[in-house]
Structure formats: structure tokens, C-alpha cells
């Protein structure tokens, strides 16, 4: 049987960015952290970095409703690019 200990009191470890979660947007967020010059370091509760993104098969809908096709498109249309 697995056993929960309390959490110590303190840490002895400060960082200036900490970022909960390894999912797409956890990533995301430290690469642009990393790129703004922080040192954010990146917490992740799984043993395997996942998110809600996982469950999406990696599949990021667009952000905005107007950017997405009104009506019909032509199956060629839509296959042969912008």
C-alpha cells in the first residue's frame, strides 16, 4: 500500500518563474518564458507530460469562430491549400 507523507514545512529552493503543468500550453508558455530571457522551471504532476491536449489527439481548434469555414467548402478547395 502506497503512503502519503505531509509536505515539509519549507523549501529551501526559490525560482523566479514556476510553471504548473507540462501540457501544450505549459510548454508553450516556457519556451516564451526561456525566450524572454527567464529560467522558468516546469512542474509536472504525471510521469508522462499529457494535458487536456492529449485527449485531443494534439488537435488545437482554431481560437476564434470567425476563422472557420461558413458553409460548404468544395472538397477540392479544401484539400488544395489557401
Known sequence: MSRVL???GSF???VPLVIV???AAGL?????????GAEPVVIERD???SGST???AG???PDSWKRQPR???PLRKAFSGP
Open 6 to 8: 505531509p509536505p515539509p
Open 12 to 14: 529551501d529552493v526559490e
Open 21 to 23: 503543468g507540462a501540457g
Open 28 to 36: 508553450c508558455a516556457a519556451l516564451a518564458a526561456k525566450e524572454a
Open 47 to 49: 510521469a508522462v507530460p
Open 54 to 56: 492529449a485527449l485531443s
Open 59 to 61: 488537435l488545437i481548434p
Open 71 to 73: 458553409g460548404p467548402v
